[in-house]
């Protein structure tokens, strides 16, 4: 089993910057295809980010291409979501979500990929 706990989160003005965090524990992760979702009150949780287990290979919604970079650092067991240029629309719960993949460069898109997922943090980006 794979234990995910994301930090970072908190209440920042448009234009401002916010990075996420995701530790994990109780497996490595260098075997896990990762990503980031969000869920906005109401709405469905989507997609933000995902890498692969290398992770040579990462891919981003069309919303936040240009402003947020996902990467991981497997020797500490943690990706991280660098989120720049926020949006009051960038409002949500964020979560990390994790799955065993075969593919070096696999990149899971859908929240039915992922067996593992973290509490959330909330963003909250004022006007």
């Known amino acids: 089993q794979v234990q995910l706990v994301e930090s970072g989160g908190g209440l920042v003005q448009a234009g401002g910057s916010l990075r996420l965090s995701c530790a994990a524990s109780?497996?490595?992760?260098?075997?896990?295809?990762m990503g980031w979702f969000r869920q906005a009150p109401g709405k469905e949780r989507e997609f933000v980010a995902g890498i692969s287990r290398s992770g040579a290979s990462t891919d981003y919604i069309n919303s936040v291409k240009g402003r947020f970079t996902i990467s991981r650092d497997n020797a500490k067991n943690t990706m991280y979501l660098q989120m720049n240029s926020l949006k009051p629309e960038d409002t949500a719960v964020y979560y990390c979500?994790?799955?065993?993949?075969?593919?070096?460069?696999?990149?899971?898109?859908?929240?039915?990929?992922?067996?593992?997922w973290g509490q959330g943090t909330q963003v909250t980006v004022s006007s």
């Open positions: 979500a994790a799955s065993l993949v075969l593919g070096s460069h696999t990149i899971l898109t859908r929240t039915t990929n992922y067996p593992f």
């Open positions: 109780g497996r490595t992760l260098s075997g896990y295809g």
